[in-house]
């Protein structure tokens, strides 16, 4: 696996997982690989009574984790919502993880994604050739998760059609999915639920149904609270990706992540870090997502178009390219703040000159 881009988060922390497993001595609810306290260490991080260190997965309120992971030992599914870049994936992704011991079993939600692909589909030359059969059956990551009596993940729910997500509503309130044509269901076994995503500022989302949003114990999962709390969350992501992809490039340095965050989150709030002046604030939502890709962007072009060390000259086109997303009002907003709040900072004199350049 040593040459795979990304593991699954099974593969990439099983030496945590399977430490945590070890010191575990709490009640498990039925088929889950740890507890729940367990689980929340694993997302969250801390030090195991024997020294051994887990890195934290998820940088932000606890209690929030501990009502999802609360929600998951009950009848309800788990819906994380949220504005894009919030991590709800990355902790959907780590839940299953931590829970089942596998986090593959994923539907992704979009404008064209049919009931067949969360009860079943069909094998339609075997359907043709023998009829209805189990053989004829394809079995959707939602129908194996019940079998086997895991966590089933449905990433951007509010992307697929209001007709499709109420197929949702007998496998949540039942735990059965009928199979009409064989004249059968199946059955949820114990440790099945669902951990749906959903954001709340894209275009072309639906609306959940009423009926299904009763299903679903909803965690909203905020942007970082503070500056440092994000700082460190770029850092920690930013070095792991360094490390996967192997870059010849130094590290980057702290203040040019501080330097990117702040842009961000000024921009993101409308107001300087100060408080001291109101700016206009882009169509993006300039996630902490797209300030890790920006600094990751800038150590690729650090690695092999400069001298390995990261510059001004290097984040300057992915700033831009995050910030201009709409090319007439996003360019307006962007020359405003380049010339009344980068240009005035001594300390930012590369970063202007380098955008103002671009």
């Not at 931590?98 to 992704?108: F, R, W």
């Not at 989302?205 to 009423?210: A, E, F, I, K, T």
Request: aromatic fraction near 6%; hydrophobic fraction near 40%.
């Amino acid at each position: 696996m040593s040459n795979v881009l990304r593991q699954h988060a099974e593969q990439l922390f099983l030496e945590e997982l399977e430490e945590l497993k070890k010191q575990d001595n709490d009640k498990r609810p039925f088929n889950w690989v740890l507890s729940p306290q367990s689980v929340v260490t694993y997302l969250l991080g801390g030090t195991l009574k024997n020294g051994f260190e887990i890195q934290p997965k998820y940088i932000g309120n606890r209690r929030l984790i501990e009502i999802a992971v609360a929600t998951l030992t009950t009848d309800r599914a788990l819906l994380l919502y949220g504005l894009p870049g919030t991590a709800k994936s990355w902790v959907s992704e780590h839940l299953a993880a931590a829970i089942s011991g596998d986090s593959t079993l994923i539907v992704q939600g979009t404008a064209g994604t049919g009931e067949e692909a969360i009860r079943y589909g069909w094998n339609y030359a075997r359907l043709l050739a023998e009829g209805p059969s189990e053989k004829a059956l394809v079995e959707t990551p939602v129908m194996r998760a019940m079998q086997a009596g895991k966590i089933a993940r449905i990433e951007e729910l509010t992307r697929i059609g209001a007709d499709v997500q109420d197929t949702l509503i007998t496998i949540l309130s039942e735990k059965t999915l009928p199979v009409p044509e064989l004249n059968s269901a199946v059955m949820a076994q114990k440790g099945f639920n669902i951990i749906a995503t959903a954001n709340n500022r894209d275009k072309g989302v639906n609306d959940l149904s009423s009926a299904l949003k009763r299903r679903f114990n909803t965690v909203i999962l905020p942007v970082p609270d503070s500056m440092e709390e994000e700082i460190d969350i770029v850092r920690r992501r930013v070095e792991s990706y360094e490390k996967v992809m192997d870059l010849p490039a130094e590290k980057p340095a702290l203040e040019e992540i501080r330097r990117i965050v702040t842009i961000f989150r000024e921009l993101r709030s409308g107001v300087t870090a100060d408080g001291k002046t109101k700016i206009k604030i882009p169509s993006g939502t300039l996630s902490t997502a797209e300030a890790i890709s920006v600094v990751n962007n800038g150590l690729a072009m650090a690695a092999y178009f400069g001298d390995g060390q990261l510059k001004a000259a290097d984040l300057a086109a992915g700033i831009i390219g995050a910030v201009l997303k709409d090319p007439v009002q996003d360019k307006i907003v962007w020359q405003e703040y380049l010339e009344t709040v980068v240009k005035t900072r001594e300390e930012w004199k590369d970063i202007y000159r380098a955008c103002r350049d671009l």
